[in-house]
């Protein structure tokens, strides 16, 4: 069922997000790295390049775009960087469900 929306010319910040988040995730590589945080608590930077087959600093690129649309956390454990996803998010939530359905 849809429901009606009153002003579809402006988008309120919640949408704005879920639009970077949803542009974030079409890209294959950082779907991939999504559905590894998915399957696994928490993940360094060189575990994901290992996986994934690419480097620590394209990595790290896709993750600053993680980092700004609020999906993941970012811990340092020594002078490793690890991510963890905010899975209380409710949008993290939603794209969870989505990916794993």
Do not use: W
């Not at 087959?53 to 811990?75: R, W």
């Not at 340092?76 to 690890?82: L, S």
């Amino acid at each position: 069922m849809y429901m009606l929306v009153k002003n579809i010319n402006t988008l309120n910040k919640q949408e704005e997000r879920l639009i970077f988040a949803m542009q974030l995730l079409g890209d294959k590589t950082r779907f991939k790295m999504f559905k590894l945080l998915l399957s696994n608590q928490q993940m360094c930077v060189s575990q994901i390049a290992e996986k994934l087959d690419i480097t620590v600093s394209a990595v790290s690129q896709h993750f600053k775009n993680f980092e700004l649309v609020g999906l993941v956390n970012k811990e340092r454990n020594g002078q490793k960087i690890c991510y963890v996803l905010k899975a209380s998010d409710p949008l993290v939530e939603q794209l969870i469900n989505l990916s794993v359905n």
